[in-house]
């Protein structure tokens, strides 16, 4: 497609079930990148894709934290047993490759745990 | 910590005024990226610049970097109410990783 595109753009889901996050970034770009923003603060990053080599995962918050990415497609993050805090925007964004280039924002899934 | 860090947190100026956002960061990096968000969702990259260089223009918006001081700032002129947004500053760390670093951000409110 034409931009990044994130599916569901809103979730609310209760405290303790498993939610999934999809992103599919722009036909092309190598590196894909998954980003947590609270209200009012910064990006926060998660985890990054490049290409098929192995991905960056140092930003994950918790072992509850996972993410996929099936070569340079579709990627997934995953959160099992959420929790209150995990409750934030969670942006993907993707690049023709990692270093030296802009990033393509989704426009995000807001997450609410309650 | 932070790798950028934009100062200052918030900023309300008149439209036609001049708006500065500056950005400080702790390693030496690649390149350092602008970007704008508005309403909290997608953020749109402004402009990109490398290591190597010191100014850059793209139609209303100037940044520079002097990495000497470890900073960055964006001005843009003639502001609008539609540059109503949040500016972050964003770091791609020289430290073999690709891992960009974003700033907790400028919030810029432009008086009709």
């Known amino acids: 497609g034409a931009g990044v595109s994130q599916s569901p753009s809103n979730k609310v889901t209760e405290k303790g079930k498993d939610v999934e996050l999809r992103c599919d970034p722009i036909s092309g770009h190598t590196a894909l990148y998954w980003y947590r923003q609270r209200l009012g603060q910064g990006l926060e990053f998660l985890i990054y894709?490049?290409?098929?080599?192995?991905?960056?995962k140092s930003g994950l918050p918790s072992d509850r934290f996972s993410a996929e990415r099936t070569g340079e497609s579709v990627s997934t993050l995953t959160i099992q047993r959420t929790q209150q805090e995990d409750s934030a925007v969670y942006l993907c964004?993707?690049?023709?490759?990692?270093?030296?280039?802009?990033?393509?924002f989704g426009s995000g899934t807001r997450l609410t745990v309650v | 910590s932070q790798q950028g860090e934009e100062d200052p947190q918030a900023l309300s100026i008149q439209e036609g005024e001049n708006a500065t956002m500056n950005c400080s960061y702790k390693?030496?990096?690649?390149?350092l990226q602008w970007y704008r968000q508005n309403s909290g969702r997608g953020l749109v990259h402004l402009i990109l610049?490398?290591?190597?260089?010191r100014e850059k223009h793209s139609g209303r918006l100037r940044v520079t970097l002097d990495t000497s001081k470890k900073s960055s700032s964006l001005l843009i002129t003639a502001s609008r109410a539609a540059d109503t947004a949040s500016y972050f500053c964003?770091?791609?760390?020289?430290?073999?990783?690709?891992?960009?670093?974003f700033g907790a951000g400028t919030r810029l409110f432009v008086k009709a």
């Open positions: 894709f490049q290409g098929n080599s192995a991905p960056d």
């Open positions: 610049i490398r290591s190597n260089e």
């Open positions: 964003a770091t791609d760390p020289n430290t073999g990783g690709f891992k960009t670093i």
């Open positions: 964004a993707s690049s023709p490759r990692t270093g030296g280039y802009g990033y393509t």
């Open positions: 390693t030496s990096i690649n390149n």
